[in-house]
């Protein structure tokens, strides 16, 4: 194994990693590596009994205030053309957060100048799945770059990851990981695995040093109306920051450039017209999405379809969206849902419905009720098709109703609710046999048969019932049914999307109309409309999803699901600034819910953690200590809501304790770390928003505490840990497949039982 140079890498090397190296210009045939063996050196540098955490130690606040060091691509289309424009390979880079090794990589390496030379002959990608900014835009159309990786936006490396995963990933998603890729689309290397670092830097320098450099490209050289054109991230940097610092005349002739290249739109300078204040400029940034060719203009093409528009402009956009469409099914699904928004459905008079339920209020029967309705059905003649019908419905509805069906024992429970559900489905054939028709004829068999997993039969039955309920029926087998439908038009589009089908656009007509009637029935539940407001959001129909969304909120003020998708529209339309801010003025209002302090308190959390993920220690304590006030005050008003406040401010006390560690103020961390153990054990593993648990916490801090030489505050620790239950301390199961990993080797205190003998 060849050496690098003396000096360059700090991490101690542990023998055991994977390299795949494949068929390439490099690489004449498949051979994998698993290296055992270690050097003198390596073996000096490593202990058998040095922790991981010590081994990937932690990266601390000077170390994520450092800029990152490597420049990545920001569509996986602009790497290819940059690769094959320059000549150079692409290098993807896969991260985790939470897992220790990327939060080495992503903290410290990738923020090291000597770090980023072994990159630049590459071209770089970086994809990893969780989000750090709350959005991408400003509201100027400004990017919002991504504080973990630097020169993209979280959506750009959120989005790039399941292209990628089809492509090299193999299967098996695994972080960190490095993969080289030629001009020909074969991959060279695929590292993973890895316990140091040294082991990937020798394969990333190796990988390169073999191949002919390319010559070098002067972009310098190109005017500005040439970069246009580029993918590269350099020549789009420049182009937009020409824009923004430009005058009119200049950005009027950006913009009719980028008219010229439809196959290579640089969809970010039209997002900053698009989003401008000047209407011409935007009028000619609709037009050049209007005539793009590019796949990334579809989302901002989807955007910019939001504002009010002429009809004619509009519908050029949504002609572009069709024409993408052959290339795009996104593109030819945002096409149809736009077209489709504004039709009625011939299933569902949806006006009348909500007509007739306005002011109705509608108690669930209670089990006795339906009992009786079973026992008088049974008093009539069997020969009554009405009669056999009403008892089809009653046993139904106790099939369906859990509180029927109370028992310790959940199999005896679900049987005893499958013979009920045949013996309605058998009654329900009988009256269609004796005369019965109707709605409630096909309702009763579309449900019952639905329960009983036949697709075939209960989907045309529940489709032939819901066109003839009456609009402000009551009765639980109407909204059921409504309900069934919406889900069925729903799986029908979602598995045409899936298959790149087409299908009808009433159906989606069909699904607006099913989710209003559940969202204003007094029998409508919050997850009616969550799963409304997912579906629109899914589709594209971002400004129906809203609607639906604050509509929602207002019946069900209560209901964590919307409260979660509230959040997330916050974050994305004000940033995480305007999170906090826009709870507190809710709490302020006059009839502001009960348990809406519950939900700031949870806000200020979310607020904190997005904080820490730009980089602001001293924002995110700040939040953390409003949510710890507002459980606080929020336990005073509603005892009830003790427990699940304490998992959460248990939490917040913890991501105050990593941020304490990050900033070496080691006995504070201990103190928050503790008052976290004791405030709720039981949160002790769960994990916060950026992936770390109290527990993930602690490992890293008595890492710490024992290289500085600090005995007492590790006994404190080690006390604590031995406090919680075992289970609690081992390792995530995203960490337990890695070779090498043992979960009782974490710098464990033992469990000591009445003898002290460990257990």
């Known amino acids: ?111 090291q100048p000597e770090i980023a030379k072994l990159y630049e002959p590459y071209v770089t990608v970086i994809a990893s799945v969780y989000r750090h900014n709350p959005r991408d835009f400003d509201v100027n159309g400004n990017r919002i770059l991504c504080p973990r990786f630097g020169s993209v936006t979280c959506g750009e490396h959120i989005w790039i990851e399941p292209i990628l995963f089809e492509k090299y990933f193999e299967g098996v998603r695994v972080a960190p990981r490095h993969v080289m890729v030629e001009l020909d689309g074969s991959e060279s290397y695929d590292v993973y695995y890895a316990n140091d670092t040294d082991s990937v830097f020798l394969t990333i320098q190796e990988g390169i040093s073999n191949r002919d450099a390319p010559p070098p490209i002067v972009r310098g050289d190109r005017t500005l109306v040439e970069r246009v054109a580029s993918r590269d991230v350099a020549d789009r940097e420049a182009v937009e920051k020409a824009y923004k610092a430009g005058d009119q005349d200049l950005r009027g002739t950006l913009l009719k450039a980028a008219m010229q290249h439809d196959d290579a739109a640089p969809d970010d300078l039209l997002r900053l017209a698009v989003y401008g204040f000047d209407p011409e400029l935007a009028r000619l940034a609709r037009e050049a999405l209007s005539k793009t060719d590019s796949i990334g203009a579809i989302e901002l093409i989807n955007e910019a379809l939001r504002v009010p528009l002429e009809d004619s402009e509009r519908e050029k956009m949504i002609a572009a969206l069709a024409r993408l469409g052959e290339k795009s099914e996104r593109a030819h699904t945002l096409a149809r849902v736009h077209k489709g928004l504004g039709t009625n459905s011939d299933q569902i008079e949806e006006q009348a419905w909500s007509t007739d339920n306005r002011g109705a209020s509608y108690a669930a029967p209670g089990i006795d009720a339906v009992t009786n309705r079973l026992e008088t059905a049974d008093m009539q003649r069997p020969d009554d098709a009405q009669a056999k019908l009403a008892k089809a419905v009653a046993t139904l509805e106790l099939a369906a109703d859990p509180r029927a069906l109370q028992t310790e024992n959940g199999k005896v429970a679900g049987r005893y609710a499958r013979l009920r559900l045949e013996d309605a489905y058998r009654t329900a054939l009988e009256a269609e046999a004796l005369g019965a028709t109707g709605w409630r004829m096909d309702a009763v068999i579309g449900l019952c048969s639905y329960y009983l997993g036949d697709l075939d039969t209960a989907y045309p039955r529940v489709e032939a019932a819901v066109a003839k309920i009456p609009s402000g029926n009551l009765e639980w087998s109407a909204i059921a049914t409504i309900a069934l439908f919406a889900q069925q038009r729903q799986q029908a589009i979602t598995i045409a999307l899936n298959k790149k089908e087409d299908w009808p656009g009433k159906w989606l007509t069909d699904v607006n109309a099913a989710y209003a009637v559940l969202a204003h029935h007094p029998l409508g539940r919050d997850e009616h409309v969550a799963s409304h407001f997912r579906f629109l959001m899914r589709l594209g129909a971002f400004g129906r999803a809203e609607r639906v969304l604050d509509e929602g909120l207002q019946r069900f003020p209560d209901s964590w699901v919307l409260h979660g998708h509230l959040r997330g529209r916050i974050l994305w339309r004000d940033g995480v600034e305007g999170l906090e801010a826009a709870y507190e003025s809710m709490l302020e209002g006059e009839d502001a819910p009960p348990n809406l302090r519950w939900f700031a308190g949870y806000a200020s959390i979310v607020a904190a953690e997005n904080h820490r993920r730009q980089g602001k220690p001293g924002a995110a304590i700040a939040a953390y200590d409003r949510a710890l006030a507002h459980y606080s005050r929020g336990i005073e008003h509603n005892p009830v809501t003790r427990n699940s406040a304490d998992h959460y401010a248990s939490i917040a006390l913890a991501g105050r304790a990593r941020i304490s560690l990050e900033s070496n103020d080691l006995e504070d961390a201990l103190d928050q770390i503790l008052a976290s153990f004791e405030r709720k054990p039981e949160a002790a593993a769960s ?33 604590a840990l031995t406090q919680l239950d075992p289970a609690l301390l081992e390792l995530p199961a995203f960490e337990r497949t890695v070779p090498g990993a043992n979960p009782t080797n974490w710098s464990q205190p033992p469990s000591k039982g009445p003898g002290g003998d460990r257990k």
């Open 1 to 111: 194994m060849s050496t690098l140079p003396d000096g360059l890498f700090s991490a101690p090397v542990n023998a055991m990693f994977r390299i795949r190296l494949l068929p390439s210009l490099l690489f004449g045939s498949v051979v994998l590596l698993v290296w055992t063996e270690q050097t003198p050196a390596q073996a000096t540098a490593q202990t058998p009994n040095q922790s991981r955490e010590s081994m990937w130690f932690a990266p601390g606040a000077e170390d994520w205030n450092r800029p990152v060091q490597i420049t990545f691509q920001r569509t996986w289309e602009d790497a290819i053309a940059v690769s094959k424009e320059t000549g150079k390979a692409i290098l993807i880079c896969v991260n985790m957060d939470g897992e220790i090794a990327s939060e080495h990589y992503a903290g410290i390496r990738y923020r």
């Open 687 to 719: 994990r916060d928003g950026l992936n770390l648990s109290a527990v993930g916490t602690a490992r890293m801090l008595r890492a710490r505490l024992g290289q500085q030489g600090t005995p007492g505050m590790v006994e404190r620790l080690d006390h």
